[in-house]
């Protein structure tokens, strides 16, 4: 992992193609502004984190769970 520091107003280059500027910083919090072509995916880390435990706890999900589920369904209609 490369750290870097920075101030307010100056950024790191990633490539020839991506550009992060420090915008603002608050206590414990900066502000970062990310320019990047718009077929790169920016995602922040703690989502993408969420979003796989989540997908990981549906995959798990027992055979007897969603026969309940279709029988809740059903009475819906």
């Known amino acids: 992992m490369l750290v870097?520091?920075?101030k307010r107003k100056e950024s790191v280059l990633i490539?020839?193609?991506i550009e992060i500027n420090i915008l603002e910083i608050e206590g414990d919090r900066v502000k970062l502004?990310?320019?990047?072509?718009k077929d790169r995916t920016i995602l922040r880390g703690e989502l993408v984190a969420e979003t796989v435990a989540i997908n990981m706890e549906s995959a798990n999900t027992s055979v007897e769970d969603l026969k309940?589920?279709?029988?809740?369904l059903a009475v819906k209609k």
């Open 4 to 6: 870097l520091t920075r």
């Open 15 to 17: 490539g020839d193609d």
């Open 33 to 37: 502004g990310i320019r990047a072509p």
């Open 68 to 72: 309940k589920l279709k029988s809740y």
